[in-house]
C-alpha cells in the first residue's frame, strides 16, 4: 500500500513558474490535496512552455500532476466569499506573486490569518519583502547571476549561467521543507498558523555558501589561506569517444586513480602527497588525468576507474538518460496516461517512504478542471456557480 505522508493535508496555492508549483508538487506527490488558483483564460505560463502534444506541455505535466485546477479573477469581488470559504479548509496557502500584490487583493498573510488562525502562509520572493530591490520583477537567471551561480560556473573564465532552473528549484526545496516543518510544529501545538517567507536570493546563497563561498565565511585576512574552489575540481574529461567525469578525495581514490590510468610517478610528486596538497593543485592534476583519458574510450575508463574503487561516470546524453541501466534498475522513470496529452513519461517522486515509492494519483489538470467540483465542496449550488462564471469571476 502506497503511504502518503500528506494525506489530508489540503494546501492552496497562487503561484506561477517554477518555484511555487515545484514546492507544492512535492508535497502533492506526497499526499496533499493541492488547489491551483489560476487566472482565467490563460492560466500559469508553465502550460505554454517545453515539448508539446494534445495541449499538454512536458514543463506543466511535471510541475503539476497530483493537483486540482480552479480558473479565477482574484479581483472580482463576487468570488471572495467563495475563496474565503475555501481558505477557511485550508492547512497551507503558498504564493509567489511580488511582495504587496496580493495584500492589495485581500488575500495577504494579515487577512487570511483573520480567516483561518491555523493557516501557515507562505510568500516565496525575489528579493524578499522589503528593501530596495523587493518591487522588481524576478525570474531564475537574476537571482543566479546576483548569487554568485554564474560567477562559480564561470571560474577560470566568462562568467556562465546554470542552464536549468536552479534558483526557483532550491527556492522550492526550501520552501517544501519549511512547510513540512512547520505542519509538524502545528501538529504538535507549539504553534498555530503563521507566516513563512522564502527569498530565491537568500534560499540560493544558503545552498552555495559552503562550498562556492568557503574562502569567504572567515572575516578578516589575519592567518587565513585562501584554497581552489570546488569549481575547479568539476571537470568533463574528454575521451576517444565521449566524455567522463572523476573526482578523487582520499588517499586511497587517488593511488587508484594512478593505478587506472597508468601515472604511478603522481606519487612521488610532493604536491600530490595528501589531500590538502592535492587541493590546492587539482587543476594541474586533472589536466594530468586527461592526457590518460583522451586515448581510452568511455567504457575503459568507467571500468578501470571502478576496479579501483575510484568514482568515475560516463557523460549521458539527454537520450541516454532515459535508458541508462542504474535509472531504469531504480524505477525512477514511470509510464501513466493523460487524457489529452496521451503516454506520458515523468520521473517518479523521489521520496520512499515504508519501502512503498509514491505515484500519480492525477495528471496535471486542464486549466479551472476542478472549479465546479471544488465550488460545490465548499457549498456552491450549480446557480453560484452559473452566476460567478457569469461575471467572469471563474473560468
Given at each position: 500500500m502506497t503511504v502518503e505522508p500528506l494525506k489530508g493535508i489540503r494546501i492552496v496555492e497562487v503561484t506561477t513558474n517554477a518555484s511555487g508549483p515545484f514546492a507544492t508538487g512535492i508535497l502533492a506527490d506526497q499526499g496533499a490535496d493541492v488547489i491551483r488558483l489560476e487566472t482565467v483564460g490563460r492560466g500559469d505560463p508553465s502550460r505554454y512552455v517545453g515539448g508539446v502534444r494534445g495541449g499538454v506541455t512536458g514543463y506543466n505535466a511535471a510541475m503539476n500532476r497530483n493537483k486540482r485546477s480552479l480558473a479565477v479573477d482574484l479581483k472580482n469581488p463576487q468570488l471572495r466569499p467563495v475563496l474565503i470559504e475555501l481558505i477557511k479548509t485550508a492547512d497551507v496557502f503558498v504564493q509567489n506573486s511580488r511582495p504587496?500584490?496580493?495584500?492589495?487583493?485581500?488575500?495577504?498573510?494579515?487577512?487570511?490569518?483573520?480567516?483561518?488562525?491555523?493557516?501557515?502562509?507562505?510568500?516565496?520572493?525575489?528579493?524578499?519583502?522589503?528593501?530596495?530591490?523587493?518591487?522588481?520583477?524576478?525570474?531564475?537567471?537574476?537571482?543566479?547571476?546576483?548569487?554568485?551561480?554564474?560567477?562559480?560556473?564561470?571560474?577560470?573564465?566568462?562568467?556562465?549561467?546554470?542552464?536549468?532552473?536552479?534558483?526557483?528549484?532550491?527556492?522550492?526545496?526550501?520552501?517544501?521543507?519549511?512547510?513540512?516543518?512547520?505542519?509538524?510544529?502545528?501538529?504538535?501545538?507549539?504553534?498555530?498558523?503563521?507566516?513563512?517567507?522564502?527569498?530565491?536570493?537568500?534560499?540560493?546563497?544558503?545552498?552555495?555558501?559552503?562550498?562556492?563561498?568557503?574562502?569567504?565565511?572567515?572575516v578578516g585576512a589575519e592567518g587565513f589561506q585562501p584554497k581552489p574552489l570546488l569549481a575547479e575540481f568539476y571537470r568533463v574529461l574528454a575521451t576517444a569517444d565521449g566524455f567522463v567525469t572523476t573526482i578523487v578525495v582520499g588517499d586511497e581514490e587517488f593511488k587508484g586513480a594512478c593505478r587506472a590510468l597508468e601515472l604511478p610517478h603522481l606519487l612521488d610528486e610532493s604536491r600530490?602527497?595528501?589531500?590538502?596538497?592535492?587541493?590546492?593543485?587539482?587543476?594541474?592534476?586533472?589536466?594530468?588525468?586527461?592526457?590518460?583519458?583522451?586515448?581510452?574510450?568511455?567504457?575503459?575508463?568507467?571500468?578501470?576507474?571502478?576496479?579501483?574503487?575510484?568514482?568515475?561516470g560516463k557523460v549521458n546524453t539527454l537520450d541516454e538518460v532515459i535508458e541508462d541501466p542504474r535509472v531504469r534498475h531504480a524505477g525512477a522513470l514511470i509510464e501513466y496516461d493523460d487524457p489529452r496529452g496521451g503516454r506520458l513519461r515523468q520521473t517518479r517522486p523521489a521520496a520512499i517512504f515504508a519501502g512503498e515509492p509514491c505515484t500519480v494519483r492525477r495528471p496535471a489538470p486542464a486549466l479551472g478542471e476542478h472549479t465546479d467540483e471544488v465550488l460545490k465542496s465548499v457549498g456552491c449550488s450549480d446557480a453560484d456557480i452559473a452566476a460567478l462564471r457569469a461575471a467572469g469571476a471563474i473560468g
Open positions: 504587496g500584490a496580493l495584500d492589495r487583493s485581500g488575500y495577504g498573510y494579515e487577512d487570511l490569518h483573520d480567516i483561518n488562525p491555523d493557516l501557515i502562509y507562505v510568500s516565496i520572493s525575489g528579493f524578499g519583502p522589503d528593501g530596495p530591490a523587493a518591487h522588481q520583477r524576478v525570474y531564475d537567471p537574476v537571482i543566479q547571476v546576483t548569487a554568485g551561480f554564474a560567477a562559480v560556473q564561470g571560474v577560470g573564465g566568462k562568467p556562465e549561467l546554470v542552464k536549468t532552473i536552479a534558483s526557483d528549484k532550491i527556492a522550492a526545496l526550501t520552501t517544501a521543507q519549511a512547510i513540512s516543518s512547520a505542519l509538524f510544529a502545528r501538529a504538535s501545538g507549539r504553534v498555530r498558523g503563521h507566516h513563512i517567507e522564502v527569498s530565491m536570493l537568500e534560499a540560493s546563497l544558503q545552498f552555495l555558501w559552503p562550498d562556492a563561498f568557503w574562502n569567504h565565511g572567515f600530490y602527497a595528501s589531500i590538502f596538497e592535492r587541493f590546492s593543485n587539482y587543476s594541474e592534476l586533472l589536466v594530468t588525468f586527461e592526457g590518460k583519458t583522451r586515448i581510452l574510450t568511455t567504457a575503459e575508463v568507467v571500468a578501470r576507474m571502478d576496479r579501483e574503487g575510484v568514482p568515475c
